[in-house]
């Protein structure tokens, strides 16, 4: 009857973790996000000992731990067998269970050092108790067992980090419509330069293409390779892409605009050049700001003295690519209302 009552033990999928307790490593700040609580997260990580100090935050200087918890920690799928354990009188013990998976990024600054997955399965049958540890003892051997796995990697939290010379960010291609967050991981060598650059989100080809590019022309400060500091480490950032504005096509070049151009014309045979954004964008801007000045009938003028002088401003472009884009827009719709007797503002 007391078993009825009080149900039995909890049982694990994840074994119970070693732990070297005369390894320390460095000191770590912790951010969390999830079912879990994150002060609980980090008094586990405090009592399990490995760590120098568990702190609450991000050092930008210093090594940090973004965990990210999935799972059913307060139990609330198990209700509906409860209730009915309960109208049998506990005498049909109720299964009960807290599976939960937590993701451990660990970084030092923004660099990536690693990332571990610890996910571990629970099964209790209860009668009118609950077993009164499971929920947070799951909690702990997750904790425990990601500890044991960063002793194992103890070399990862001793290495030189990167340092950036030369890291440009990627301009947004003008046929980008909406803001883009692509993960981008890639390989720094000893030398400084970088390689294998691999992208990963949803974004048209030119802009992975445009990302790629770009991070290949990053520098980091070389080192000499050594056990603290191996000739190739890994690493992983995001990168945000926004699309240009109706300002900053005013501050295109001619190269960038012809760039663009030629990109959109291989990746989208027969359709005209006015369908560009940056055009579009331009063609927006003249008709707004004529409409604040004039009327809407001069407004329509200009837009289409635009499209007839389309052609004239490409072939500039093409012809003088460090010539400024907007001074062919300007001389080519001016040139346009000047053909049809129209006075030129």
Not at 7 to 32: A, K, Y
Request: net charge negative.
């Amino acid at each position: 009857m007391l078993m009825l009552l009080g149900g039995c033990q909890v049982n694990h999928t994840l074994p119970e973790p070693m732990l070297d307790h005369e390894l320390t490593l460095p000191q770590v700040s912790v951010q969390t996000l999830g079912s879990v609580p994150g002060p609980l997260i980090r008094n586990h990580l405090r009592s399990t000992g490995v760590f120098e100090q568990v702190r609450e935050g991000f050092d930008p200087a210093g090594y940090n731990i973004q965990i990210v918890s999935v799972g059913d920690y307060y139990g609330f799928s198990n209700l509906p067998n409860q209730f009915l354990s309960a109208f049998s009188l506990f005498i049909i013990p109720a299964s009960v269970s807290w599976d939960t998976v937590l993701t451990f990024r660990v970084t030092r600054g923004k660099q990536e050092v690693a990332t571990y997955r610890v996910d571990n399965k629970t099964t209790h049958y209860n009668g009118l108790f609950v077993h009164p540890d499971g929920r947070d003892d799951n909690i702990r051997r997750i904790v425990d067992s990601f500890a044991a796995r960063a002793q194992a990697d103890a070399a990862l939290f001793k290495l030189t980090p990167l340092k950036p010379v030369h890291t440009p960010m990627p301009v947004a291609p003008a046929t980008l419509q909406k803001h883009t967050v692509l993960i981008v991981s890639y390989q720094v060598n000893a030398d400084g330069s970088v390689s294998d650059v691999k992208v990963v989100g949803d974004a048209p080809e030119l802009a992975r293409s445009v990302v790629e590019e770009t991070l290949r022309t990053w520098r980091y400060e070389p080192w000499t390779p050594s056990s603290e500091a191996p000739a190739k480490q890994r690493t992983s950032q995001p990168i945000i892409l926004k699309p240009q504005s109706l300002v900053r096509t005013q501050e295109q070049s001619c190269a960038q605009v012809i760039q663009e151009l030629d990109a959109f014309e291989q990746s989208s045979p027969g359709k005209p050049a006015s369908d560009l954004s940056t055009f579009q964008q331009t063609s927006a801007m003249l008709f707004l700001t004529e409409l604040r000045q004039q009327d809407s009938a001069s407004a329509t003028e200009v837009d289409k003295a635009f499209a007839r002088a389309l052609p004239w401003i490409i072939e500039q472009c093409r012809a003088n690519p460090q010539a400024d884009y907007w001074q062919y827009v300007h001389q080519g719709v001016k040139q346009q209302k000047a053909a049809t007797g129209e006075t030129p503002r």
